[in-house]
DNA sequence: GCCCACGATTGGAGCGCTCCAACGAGCGTA
DNA sequence: TACGCTCGTTGGAGCGCTCCAATCGTGGGC
């Protein structure tokens, strides 16, 4: 019933050539004469050939693909990484393949099984890296977004996130708050976030208040770390959460209370996602520049996979703050 | 530098045996003895062993890998959808792979070429198909989540929009609203919804009022469409979305327009998505249970693998009404 | 004590490619 | 005319597995 896909053999049947320069012609190489590839691509229209991946991943010593371990595909920062990493990969010939890290825990014991099964030419770790990722020596590994360098060899690719929440900060004490609580989450991100907020607060003269989730950075987290917050500092006028998603919760908190955003409450989020654009939340943020990220994730990549050594160095970016609708001057300056 | 991974022969060599029985041990044959199996495992340990999936996929007839196509990473009805498929694949030993359409559409002219190049055992469509998806003969293929079967001889699980769409209009109608408007976007689930929400006024003696957003479905479009409708037609008590990021716009909307929800206007979405459920929106959604999509979807895969012939069989699942905070009475009943 | 059957183990062939060394044909040059 | 070159093209080897037929070893039945 189902006819085996044609191999590179049939196409060189119907081509009236060799099955190597069949190789030749997909694979780009300028030494073949017009007419020849012409008839080879014809063939590989007519009978609808695909190359098989794993036969020239085996026969070649490369598979030309970039494995991406991303944590969750709910949290959305890494849509953009993703574009940026494209961008700079493509134009190399190097394809990516996602993985996530919540969703295959289930079915493999170790989180990067199989990328190394399907021997990767490289690895972008989008997630806190975890003692359990051993990775072979020699395998060119950058791990983006986050700081913390668990993997031992990786370049590592990141924003600023203390400089990120200094800028919040500045923008809210412009503003004229004194008041400010912060909503903390769990993870490496979230602390380095935590201290730029308390420094800039204790700079300023002002008292740093921090308040916890329930351990994760969901919309949850940042309702409830909100709800304890306003309850037991209500005279807080501004809010700075961990990210955009617990900056969701918190403007769900302040709602319920009566606050109006940015009248009678400011909250700042941080990461520029996709929900910090939206006409509901109008959310001023930290943008964590994330495709910007991927793109030197990328070029660090290709010049390890090009065979320069790697150092394990780290690039942070800066961060920019975008200001949209949720922070105002504080209604009662002073 | 680099060392190369080892093989099974290296494998093999170490545990004292021969690579067949390395092979044997990995498949999980039960005719092995079992201080073989140990010894085999202690060197797959030892060496840190990962099989080369190129070599066996080329080796073997299949990849034991099932290659999802998905619109866009942003739009997260896929998620519950993967979990689902993911428990219904990982007890055949069948592993996922994503690739997102709009993403990859830069690298690939055609949309399925690399799963084909894969050669995936099968094919989950969680998009609207297009007529470049042309499918290998004898390939099971199943469309998820949209019902227009552009793609021959593939199963279609799919949950009934149209049903969906009169469960929501008799919830509000329950409530005693009249006066309803529909904000559509682009798309198949998307007409079938606004069909049900017209045949549903339609048979309440209710006028139907529809408007489309800018040609999608995002939240900009719900923020357009709701800002039209309730601009031309202010009387309007409640607002059906074509889904729940559409209905986030009509809520911001709402917001700007001074009129609070639920008291003034209700607002019901549809998928229930992660961000339907957020102490922000509360949204009144109609559950498409894309988890059960994800299993109906895995089952048929599993047995069209199996041998059994592919008959592009519909099934569709009841949508359920998920009543939140979203929605009430009109104020002025009558 | 011998033979057979069956469970455990093995080597070989081959999957569809890439890479490489080698080939033939035409050209310019001595 | 003979030679070396280059360009375009070719066949063969081998990548690391799976599958299969063949082999080995051992215990039970007679």
Same mark, same amino acid.
């Given at each position: 019933m ?5 191999? !590179?053999?049939?196409? +060189?049947?119907? $081509?009236?050539?060799?099955?190597? #320069? ?5 694979r780009?190489? %300028?030494?073949?004469s017009e007419? &020849?590839?012409?008839?080879? #691509?014809a063939?590989v ?6 190359p098989s991946?794993a036969? $020239?991943a #085996?026969?070649?010593?490369t598979t @030309?693909?970039?494995?991406?371990? !991303?944590d969750?595909?709910r949290?959305l920062?890494?849509?953009e ?18 993985a996530d ?9 170790? %989180? /990067?099984?199989?990328f ?5 030419d490289?690895l972008?770790?989008?997630?806190? %890296?975890? *003692?359990a990722?051993r ?8 791990v983006?977004?986050?700081?913390e360098?668990?993997v031992?060899?990786a370049?590592?690719?990141?924003n600023?996130? @203390? /400089?990120g929440? &200094?800028?919040?900060m500045e923008h /809210? ?5 004194? @008041?400010i609580?912060?909503?903390?989450g769990?993870g490496?991100?979230?602390r ?11 700079a300023?003269?002002?008292? %740093? @208040?921090?308040v916890?989730?329930?351990g994760?950075?969901t919309?949850?987290d940042g309702?409830a770390?909100?709800?304890r917050l306003l ?6 006028t501004?809010?700075? =959460?961990a990210?955009?998603t ?17 009248q ?8 520029d ?12 943020t ?8 991927g793109?030197?994730? =990328?070029e660090?990549?290709v010049?390890?996979i ?5 150092t394990?160095? +780290?690039v942070?970016l ?5 200001? &949209? *609708?949720?922070?105002?001057a504080p209604?009662?300056?002073?």
């Open positions: 189902n006819s085996r896909p044609p191999t !590179i053999y049939d196409v +060189a049947r119907t $081509a009236g050539v060799s099955k190597s #320069l069949v190789s030749l012609v997909l780009g190489s %300028p030494s073949v007419a &020849r590839r012409a008839a080879v #691509l063939a229209e007519q009978l609808g050939y695909r991946q036969a $020239a #085996l026969a070649g010593a @030309r693909t970039i494995g991406v371990v !991303i969750d595909y949290n920062w890494f849509v990484l993703l574009r940026g990493l494209q961008e700079g990969l493509a134009s190399h010939g190097l394809r990516i393949a996602v890290h919540t969703l295959n825990a289930h079915v493999e014991a170790h %989180p /990067l099984d199989g190394l099964s399907m021997r990767v490289g972008v770790i989008a997630t806190e %890296p975890t *003692g990722m990775v072979p020596e020699g395998l060119p590994v950058v983006a977004g986050h700081r360098g668990l031992p060899g370049d590592v690719v990141a600023d996130d @203390r /400089l929440a &200094r800028l919040a /809210l004490t412009d503003l004229g708050h004194r @008041r609580g912060h909503l903390t769990g490496g991100a979230a380095l976030r935590a201290e730029g907020f308390a420094e800039s607060m204790v300023a003269g002002l008292e %740093p @208040r921090t916890p989730g329930r994760a950075t919309e949850e309702y770390a909100a709800v309850d037991t500092a209500p005279e807080t501004a809010v700075f =959460a990210n955009d617990m900056a969701m919760g918190a403007l769900a908190a302040a709602g319920e209370r009566g606050l109006r955003v940015p009678d409450l400011s909250v700042v989020g941080y990461d996602s996709p929900i910090a654009s939206t006409h509901l939340l109008r959310l001023t930290v943008d964590s520049r994330n495709a910007e990220i793109e030197v994730a =990328a660090r990549l010049a390890r090009g065979g320069s050594r790697g394990g160095a +780290a942070l800066e961060p920019e703050l975008v200001v &949209r *609708g949720s922070t105002a209604r009662s300056t002073g």
